[in-house]
């Protein structure tokens, strides 16, 4: 299976692809072709919703041809693609006009608008109309937000049309409505027309304090002195001196509303690996998981609605650079989730920045990747963030204040062995061990280790032991499950009695539950769904009735992501605050991890378990 095959899934390629490349499709494994038509079907009602919100008479079209005829059936019914083949061929501003708005309803912005800027060159004051008020939807998609609102005031004032004055009037009023306060200064310094720069202004005074709308007011005065439009300055003014619903206070961010009919890009950034590699299962699962939370939330909202922009990280011939250039440049997406490994994120991040999109990254675990960057988030907590939250628990949960640490000299667990102790000595406790040793090398010997959590005097007076509440084992790597059955039985011989603390590999052992009736062990793991609840069962039927196969622990991360990512975007409706919403969101709840960043940009969400003889019980999560 070539892994050069399958360049971008937004539903136009995909559509493209699936009609007229059949020998493709075999390597299309990623996406079935009811996926492909279902992908169209859901993203396509929403930019139709807005493509249609005027109703041109046809008959007044200069066009009447069998092929416009044809293709506006095609149109009619929804089938945009086949129309735009149709519509293409028809050279006059009836076709480019149709060009355009199947192009929009697809998803494809820029296309649609070098149709667009042709059709409203026409004499024919109808298509005029109807191709500037599709040019303006199409800035707004492209967030070119103060050509879009002169594109609209001027079909405000001066169409003939009622039906057009009123749908810009209203397309105008809600894009008001959804602007940030950086996003109406770009709009103040970019609009021609001096009534929008007042509007931008004026329409955010409900949302801001009375000395910020006095600072923005100053703003408009400095731009119209001595102008043409002075006059403007006097009507806001008693505007400003009338108006009594300032609130009273500054707020963090002003709340914005999204326009119905909006339209969002996700852009998804994973590898292509042949099919009957393990890694396969891993890249495949993960997509599958993004696809089925952005069809559940297109279907559960028809005002809003979300593109996939998929690009293969392993392309040969590619470079970050080029990856992060075509999901910003072409595909316009306004959040990513990907790559998968961190080498690769790193070489990303930077563009992030750059390009100010936020990137989650979902299995990541580099403590590096994104220190300085604002917009890389990490959906799995690192290491440290992992040894960290684990003294939290030991200290302030289990209430243990004398610990010791066991760890695996140039082991991923050696990360968490540090972070473990800084963190409880900060809270207070005393960390009176820190046995750090390559363990392997040594033939796997612990028992120099272990005898310092016996309970034989002897032994305690000889080695004049100090005595420990608990025990840190984060212990990882293929020889994890070997050293935690050593030590765990050298434990027992010393009769310890000991708290032991542990890493999630320790989920991963099968102790003898007898045993495990005289101790108390405690282990701290992330993403393990729990599959009494009913969306997890829901989850897990429906991804077998969509893919054919059982969803495993990547479908699960994949589904997370996307969903976390969604639900924060539909909370804060703009892209354009997103970033800051990701740090601050403290309420999602997967289906097998928390997403908590804390202000951070690294998921600080740890489940904590006990093992006991009926089976492990998560006893609580860091917060």
Known sequence: MSCNGLKKLSSYSLF????????????????????????????????NAQAQLINTNVQTLPNKSKHFQQALSLYKQKNYQ????????????????????????????????????????????????????????????????????????????????????????????????????????????????????????????????????????NALKLRFNNTPDSTIIQQLENKASTYNNFPDYAPNQIHVTAPAGI????????????????????????????????EKFNKSDSTKKVFIHYQNTLKNDSLPQDIMTELSWND?????????????????????????????????????????????????????????????????????????????????????????????ERLGAKVRYFFSDNLEANGFDVSKYTQYFSTD??????????????????????????????????????????????????SLVNLDPESLKEFNIYYSAINIPDETLDSVKEFRANYRNRFGIAANKYAIVGYNCAKYLLETLNSVQNPALL??????????????????????HINQAVEFYKMTPKGNIKVGISN
Not at 493 to 505: C, D, I, K
Not at 579 to 600: I, M, P, Q, R, V
């Open 16 to 47: 493209s692809i699936f009609n007229h490349n059949r020998k493709a499709l075999p390597i299309l494994k990623w996406v079935s072709a009811t996926t492909l038509l279902t992908l169209i079907i859901l993203t396509g009602n929403a930019f």
């Open 82 to 217: 086949q129309a735009l083949s149709l519509f293409t061929k028809i050279d006059n501003a009836a076709g480019e006009l149709f060009a355009g708005k199947s192009n929009f309803a697809l998803g494809n912005f820029l296309l649609a608008k070098s149709y667009l800027s042709k059709a409203a060159q026409s004499p024919n004051s109808k298509v005029q109309d109807e191709a500037n008020y599709t040019l303006a939807l199409s800035d707004f998609q492209l967030h070119n937000y103060a050509r879009e609102l002169d594109i609209l005031h001027r079909l405000m004032n001066q169409s003939q049309a009622y039906d057009i004055q009123s749908a810009a009037r209203k397309f105008y009023n809600e894009t008001l409505g959804f602007l940030t306060l950086e996003q109406r200064k770009k709009v103040f310094s970019a609009s021609d027309i001096p009534a929008v720069q007042r509007d931008v202004v004026t329409s955010v005074f409900n949302k801001v304090d009375r000395k910020t709308a006095g600072s923005l007011l």
């Open 263 to 294: 339209s969002y890009s996700l852009g998804v950034a994973l590898p292509k690996f042949e099919k009957d590699t393990q890694e396969y299962k891993v890249s495949q699962a993960i997509y599958n998981g993004i696809q089925l939370a952005v």
């Open 332 to 424: 316009r997406v306004d959040m990513i989730i990907g790559p998968l490994y961190s080498e690769m994120a790193a070489k990303m991040a930077p563009m992030t920045e750059q390009y100010q999109i936020p990137l989650l990254a979902p299995l990541a675990n580099s403590d590096s990747l994104n220190f300085d960057n604002p917009y890389v988030f990490q959906a799995n907590p690192t290491f440290k963030v992992r040894g960290k939250q684990m003294a939290d628990f030991a200290v302030k949960q289990l209430h243990l204040d004398t610990l010791a640490v066991i760890t695996n000299q140039n082991s991923l667990g050696m990360q968490e062995a540090f972070a473990f102790r800084d963190e409880a």
């Open 457 to 506: 005097s002897t032994t305690v007076d000889s080695l004049h032991i100090k005595p420990v509440q608990g025990l840190y084992l984060p212990l990882t790597g293929n020889t994890a499950p070997t050293l935690i059955n050593l030590i765990f039985t050298d434990l027992e011989a010393h009769r310890s009695n000991v708290t032991v603390l542990g890493s999630q590999e320790w």
């Open 579 to 600: 970033k800051e919403a990701l740090k601050n969101n403290h309420s999602f709840k997967g289906l097998s991890s928390h997403f908590y960043f804390d202000g951070t």
